[in-house]
């Protein structure tokens, strides 16, 4: 009997954990056999595995192999566990030498020919390689450059099951990664291509500066998404810890591009109106694919013409929006993506869709229901809600708008003051603090809060209403540099609700 031992990384989610596979060569008819919940595309593995050892000049044996996979309850999806595979059959016929792979994690697809494919997920693997104490590991060449963004551990790059196995003999050298350039933030388009709509700038502003949730009403054309799109542009930069977190996501969702792997700011995701639960949320075959509120991590969520959305695709994102992450239930266990992000919802106000209200030609009730599917829940956290009116024809010829990089500063400013204030809470925006708290750790001024009680007496502000009001005012006093908000404040946050619709 003889016994070959490699290690690779089981991803689950964001969630990685190292495998062990042992490789046993043992008497009995030539055949291969794999132990330890294998999935389907694991099974074609055997096969992939035997070709590329042949082709890569290495001698299969021809006696019975057994290949374990253990722990034996963990998911083992995919083809990333080729090359340890491999790895572990030559170890255990000794073709390698002796111990080689032992501290060492390897990471890839073969193909037939031997060449080494790249695999979705190689970033959180790495870091829970990093994380279960290992000093090395081996990528294939395509994963090298986001393998790198991990520090603290030898990556290398590895073309082919050739050029690994001669490593292994001290025959050759793998590629090293490129250094990593942090804090090169992606372009947005600028702030200062909006025309006009200083109430709208203003709101996208406020929303940045609380993490509020925001919702534009108004005719088609009248610059929803040009706004939308420039929100990640002015919300703060992704500290480092952040952007592997990020990064993560898309490595896992396969989105990463070539060179540049490194997410470092917020991203912008627009699924279309059609998209589905599962593209939403995340699922699929196989292993689990983040969905859209999960790519949004740490970014913006833009949701077009979000009333057209199924029904089932919006109560979907309560979930997220309530506990920040998604946990995908799959056959082998639950997969787990964080899902915390800024969404921007803009809808027409009504099925016609005039570019002038007056034009509308919808009964009123159709025209009430239109946003009424989106009431409730996914609404109740939504703070501000605007509506944008047609630019008068003036207002064209207007000076040009505030760059990014101004309305930037005073965001990130006022995101540094919400920081300090709830440090002790753990809340690190407006957005975030709960409606008790609220009213209970901070009190304001009596004339500051008297328009809030005027209207919840009146019956124009609901309870809810009233606590969005109050987190909106907090922020409009972090952006004026005030200690706590006063009535001006106050009255500005109410005067948000106001021009909403709802
Ligand atoms: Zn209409």
Redesign the pocket.
């Known amino acids: 009997m003889a016994l070959g031992r490699a290690f690779s990384v089981a991803v689950s989610g964001v969630d990685g954990q190292v495998v062990e596979i042992e490789a046993d060569i043992g008497r009995g008819l030539p055949g291969v056999h794999l132990v330890g919940l294998p999935d389907t595309a694991l099974n074609e593995s055997r096969d992939r595995v035997k070709a590329a050892v042949t082709n890569s000049g290495g001698k299969w044996p021809d006696s019975r192999v057994i290949l374990a996979l253990s722990p034996a309850t963990l998911p083992k999806v995919g083809s990333v566990y080729d090359l340890a595979l491999a790895l572990a059959v030559l170890d255990a016929d000794k073709q390698i030498p002796r111990g080689s792979l032992r501290r060492t994690v390897f990471l890839g697809e073969l193909a037939l020919d031997g060449r080494l494919r790249h695999v979705r997920g190689v970033l959180p693997a790495v870091l829970a390689v990093k994380k279960a104490g290992w000093s090395s590991v081996v990528v294939p060449m395509a994963g090298l450059a986001e393998a790198g963004l991990v520090d603290g551990i030898d990556v290398l790059g590895s073309r082919s099951l050739k050029e690994t196995v001669a490593w292994l003999r001290g025959d050759g050298a793998l590629c090293q990664p490129m250094p990593v350039a942090w804090g090169e933030p992606d372009t947005y388009p600028d702030m200062s291509e909006v025309v006009g709509q200083p109430e709208a700038r203003w709101a996208l502003e406020v929303a940045a500066a609380g993490a509020h949730h925001v919702m534009l009403t108004g005719p088609p054309g009248i610059g929803k998404t040009m706004l939308a799109q420039r929100l990640p542009g002015i919300l703060p930069p992704l500290t480092e810890t952040e952007s592997l977190e990020v990064t993560a996501i898309h490595s896992v969702a396969g989105t990463l591009t070539g060179d540049h792997p490194l997410i470092s700011s917020p991203p912008f995701i627009a699924p279309h109106h059609s998209t589905t639960v599962s593209a939403m949320v995340g699922g699929g075959t196989g292993m689990a694919k983040p969905g859209a509120v999960s790519r949004a991590h740490r970014g913006v969520l833009f949701l077009d013409e979000c009333a057209e959305m199924g029904p089932k695709v919006l109560e979907a994102l309560r979930t997220p929006l309530e506990d920040g992450e998604i946990r995908i239930a799959r056959r082998d266990g639950v997969a787990r993506y964080p899902a915390r992000f800024q969404l921007v919802l803009a809808a027409?106000?009504?099925?016609?869709?005039?570019a002038r209200n007056s034009?509308?030609?919808?009964a009123p009730t159709?025209?009430r229901k239109?946003l009424g599917k989106l009431s409730g829940p996914l609404l109740d956290r939504v703070d501000l809600r605007i509506t944008m009116m047609a630019v008068a024809s003036g207002a064209l010829t207007d000076e040009i708008g505030e760059s990014t990089e101004h309305v930037r500063a005073r965001v990130t400013g006022a995101r540094d003051a919400a920081a300090e204030r709830w440090r002790e809470y753990g809340w690190r925006t407006n957005a975030e603090v709960p409606g008790p708290a609220l009213r209970q750790k901070f009190t304001l001024s009596r004339d500051a809060v008297r328009p809030i009680e005027r209207a919840l007496r009146n019956g124009s502000l609901t309870a809810r209403g009233a606590d969005r009001a109050l987190r909106v005012s907090w922020t409009l006093s972090d952006l004026a540099g005030t200690s706590m908000p006063g009535i001006d404040e106050v009255g500005a946050a109410l005067d948000f609700r106001d021009r909403g619709t709802m």
């Open positions: 027409n106000p009504c099925p016609c869709a005039p034009d509308c030609v919808c159709v025209r239109y």
